[in-house]
């Protein structure tokens, strides 16, 4: 209370010094002001736009408590590179000796497999005070990642959710999954959120309804603890005795984020199936496999559900409606802390800091080296690399010795291989079937005349190895969408490659560095073009078993040889012979011809047969 006194307003406080009460006036009343408005802050008092209390930092829980605090940071689509970068630093903050490891999350989801490996190294964790923090979304994969963390922090614009499976085709893009096929793979999905529930103390009914459809639920609280769970339709009629409220006459607090016409969520779901774990489905299309979910869940993780029967009448008092079960549900503003899943709103470095007790708070990116893997993985960049690889290849095989190349045949396989195998994703069984293409049609292109099975069988496993590289581990574990994924990028790849095969070959002499390899006959005009004159000789200068000539360039075994006065593709019969040495020709047909070394003498005793090869071509 304050009383006046002539006209000056003065605090009746206790123990007020007479000096001091003289002073007070509007700049002792400002002086004050700031002085309560600093200890506000710096007590970690709510603020006008926090939406909550937050604990002062002298008062920071004990199991929360850190005093270095590292910081993972997910601000992307969640792939096998972000598992991979993941585990790597949750290892890097344990070594550095963090006393808590902060999830950042700012995520639209990603791959189930990537999402379900960061939740076990999660759990395994060798720092067990793992935090997530939804900075500002953590949608599909990173709502299933913040539920595997210990506590949950949000900043004031923060969602969270809508795990829902979706396909994903190579070709068309987003597409529609049958409800058998999703959930399929919604099972595992189902495992890991119960899991988190049990470890961590969130509503375990209420989680399933992030990943599966026609999970429909009212919210009911104890009247004697006061504790709040999810209950579905059979539970709350076995409760309260009568059918619960729905929609239209009650409105869900968490409307489905996506709304999928012909959802199961008006059903009621059956009793629960499965053992002592006390797993109930939460929708009903679950409950064909609630054993088998029930039995994939840590036995030692034993739910904290009660059983909700008529034996429970009178006990629990309804609280309200949550979700119609007709779409996945997104948490956002004070639903957080509504349904249990905030411990605190977090804005900032600075109120992370404060939220621990820390003294140091040190953030771990994803590095240079798992960045550029990642970029590597895309599809459209593979497709590109693969086709590289192949012109490259086919380069080198028709003009061998060019070394340039078949150098970027090796980086491209490099680039193609390398990190699929950092990330896991393939097996060592596709970087040996494409070598062992590689072989058998350098073989039949070089060595074996004709075109039969080794060549086909390089093909074949050059083919099947460029494919192998999109698929995670045996090719037995692959998904029809990995395999349709690889066959069509490799096909696409492998047209784009004969396109530029054609249009190189066509204009090889105009090409820098690669016109070194073109021989050029002296008495050829400039304009003529030598390299198809070679590819495709005129009738009367075909050559024939017998004939004589030379090594235009060193054959290893295959390369070029002046028979007569044309220049001609050939092959050594055996062995690799030098640029200059007599040749005869052993075998001849419009798609090979084969030659031997002739006892002719030295190229420099020898008649002319022809013009020399000029100075365009490359040294022995």
């Known amino acids: 209370m304050v009383r006046s006194s002539d006209s000056t307003c003065e605090p009746r ?310 979700t119609d079960g007709n779409g996945p549900i997104v948490l956002a503003g004070d639903s957080f802390k509504r349904y249990g899943f905030s411990s605190a709103t977090v804005r900032n470095d600075a109120e992370l800091t404060a939220f621990f007790g820390a003294t140091t708070v040190t953030r771990l990116h994803q590095s240079w080296s798992e960045t550029l893997a990642e970029f590597l993985s895309n599809i459209l960049v593979r497709g590109v690399l693969i086709a590289i690889f192949l012109v490259a290849l086919f380069t080198e095989m028709t003009h061998p010795g060019a070394v340039i190349p078949g150098g970027i045949a090796v980086l491209a396989l490099l680039l193609i291989v390398a990190p699929p195998m950092i990330a896991g994703m393939a097996a060592w069984w596709t970087l040996a079937a494409i070598l062992a293409g590689i072989l058998l049609v350098v073989l039949e292109v070089l060595v074996i005349p004709g075109f039969g099975i080794p060549g086909i069988a390089g093909l074949i496993l050059l083919f099947g190895g460029l494919v192998g590289t999109f698929i995670p581990g045996a090719p037995g574990d692959a998904t029809s969408e990995q395999v349709l994924s690889g066959i069509v990028t490799v096909l696409l790849a492998t047209v784009t490659a004969g396109f530029a095969l054609f249009f190189l070959f066509k204009h090889l002499p105009s090409v820098p560095i690669l016109n070194r390899y073109v021989l050029r006959d002296s008495g050829m005009e400039e304009s003529d073009d030598p390299l198809l004159a070679a590819m495709d000789p005129s009738p009367d200068s075909l050559v024939v078993p017998g004939d004589e000539g030379f090594a235009a360039t060193p054959l290893r075994p295959a390369g070029r040889a002046q028979i007569g006065d044309v220049i001609v593709d050939v092959v050594a019969a055996f062995g690799f012979l030098d640029q200059g040495t007599p040749v005869r020709v052993v075998s001849a047909d419009r798609f090979r011809i084969v030659v031997d070394a002739a006892g002719l003498g030295p190229v420099s005793s020898r008649p002319a047969t022809g013009p020399a090869p000029s100075g365009d071509g490359p040294a022995a």
């Open 13 to 322: 406080s206790v123990g007020l010094a007479p000096r001091a009460r003289r002073e007070i006036g509007p700049a002792r009343v400002i002086r004050a002001v700031m002085l309560l408005v600093f200890g506000w802050v710096a007590l970690g008092m709510p603020t006008a736009l926090g939406g909550g209390w937050e604990l002062p930092q002298g008062s920071v829980p004990a199991g929360r408590k850190a005093d270095k605090v590292a910081v993972i940071v997910i601000d992307r689509e969640i792939t096998r590179y972000t598992a991979v970068s993941v585990k790597r630093r949750l290892k890097e903050a344990a070594a550095m000796g963090a006393d808590a490891v902060v999830i950042e999350l700012d995520t639209p989801g990603g791959e189930v497999g990537a999402v379900l490996d960061i939740c076990a190294e999660i759990h395994q964790s060798a720092v067990p005070n793992t935090v997530a923090w939804v900075n500002p979304k953590a949608y599909s994969g990173g709502a299933i990642i913040a539920l595997a963390c210990r506590e949950i922090v949000v900043n004031e614009a923060a969602r969270m959710g809508d795990a829902l499976p979706i396909a994903i085709d190579p070709v068309r893009g987003l597409q529609a999954m049958p409800e058998a096929e999703r959930q399929k793979i919604v099972a595992p999905l189902i495992v890991e959120v119960v899991d988190s529930a049990r470890r961590r103390g969130w509503d375990e009914s209420l989680v399933q309804a992030f990943v599966s459809l026609g999970v429909e639920l009212w919210q009911v609280e104890n009247t004697q603890t006061g504790q709040r769970f999810c209950i579905d339709a059979a539970e709350f009629e076995a409760v309260f005795g009568t059918p619960p409220p729905r929609h239209p006459d009650a409105s869900p607090e968490l409307v489905s984020a996506r709304p999928i016409s012909g959802s199961p969520g008006a059903s009621p779901a059956p009793p629960a199936a499965g053992g002592g774990g006390g797993f109930r489905p939460a929708s009903p299309a679950l409950a064909g496999m609630a054993g088998d979910i029930e039995q994939a869940i840590d036995p030692s993780l034993a739910t904290r559900r009660p059983v909700f029967n008529r034996s429970q009448r009178g006990q629990w008092n309804y609280v309200g409606y949550v």
